[in-house]
């Protein structure tokens, strides 16, 4: 699941024949809810140090979904150099 919250801000700006600003605000919003998402990873160690790692993710946002992939090379830092 992700969780989102946000709020959302309209406000409307122009200028007409008269060189006259038109603002109009519509107001505040606040959107908060889940959408599910899932999805498939492999990862592979390629020694102590190096690994990588693809996915494949589906968001299903509303009536609306989206398909991911995501290839990941990941390095781990010996903090004892430091």
């Known amino acids: 699941m992700v969780a989102w919250d946000g709020q959302v801000q ?7 024949y008269t060189g006259q600003a038109d603002k109009r605000r519509k ?3 606040n959107n908060r ?17 190096w690994r990588t790692r693809f996915d494949i993710d589906r968001y299903a ?3 609306t ?14 903090w004892a150099w430091f």
């Open 10 to 16: 309209n406000t409307f700006v122009s200028t007409g």
């Open 33 to 49: 809810g889940y959408d599910p998402y899932f999805g498939l990873g492999l990862s592979y160690k390629i020694d102590d140090r």
């Open 65 to 78: 979904e989206t398909d991911t992939a995501t290839l990941t090379l990941e390095y781990r830092v010996d």
């Open 27 to 29: 107001g505040e919003v």
């Open 61 to 63: 946002m509303g009536s």
